[in-house]
């Protein structure tokens, strides 16, 4: 069983600055691609962001310029620093993340989502 845990979700004022934090746990013998995704209310699941095992970025063009993806390998952790927030980036945020068991079979998983609530 694998599980993601996000945590760093919150309130913050327009301007402001927050970062996600997402650890993995559980059979991982290797992650391949970590990303954020985010849901607003009424809306469709969207990608903010994603990293490679290689460290390779790309990001939504919403986001461009204000978040950062990275991830720690050795922590089973990515992050997702996001700054000059909008009040357009009020969503539920999600840890998406594909791996390889120790079974060998490549297997995605979801975190649970932490709320982030940018206020004008």
């Known amino acids: 069983q694998v599980q993601l845990v996000e945590s760093g979700g919150g309130l913050v004022q327009a301007g402001g600055s927050l970062r996600l934090s997402c650890i993995a746990s559980?059979?991982?013998?290797?992650?391949?691609?970590m990303a954020w995704y985010r849901q607003a209310p009424g809306k469709q699941r969207e990608l903010v962001a994603r990293?490679?095992?290689?460290?390779?970025?790309n990001y939504a063009d919403s986001v461009k310029g204000r978040f950062t993806i990275s991830r720690d390998n050795a922590k089973n952790t990515v992050y997702l620093q996001m700054n000059s927030l909008k009040p357009e980036d009020t969503a539920v945020y999600y840890c998406?993340?594909?791996?390889?068991?120790?079974?060998?079979?490549?297997?995605?998983?979801w975190g649970q989502g932490t709320q982030v609530t940018v206020s004008s």
């Open positions: 998406n993340a594909d791996y390889l068991t120790y079974s060998g079979r490549n297997e995605g998983s």
């Open positions: 990293i490679t095992s290689g460290g390779s970025t």
């Open positions: 559980g059979s991982i013998l290797r992650i391949n691609r």
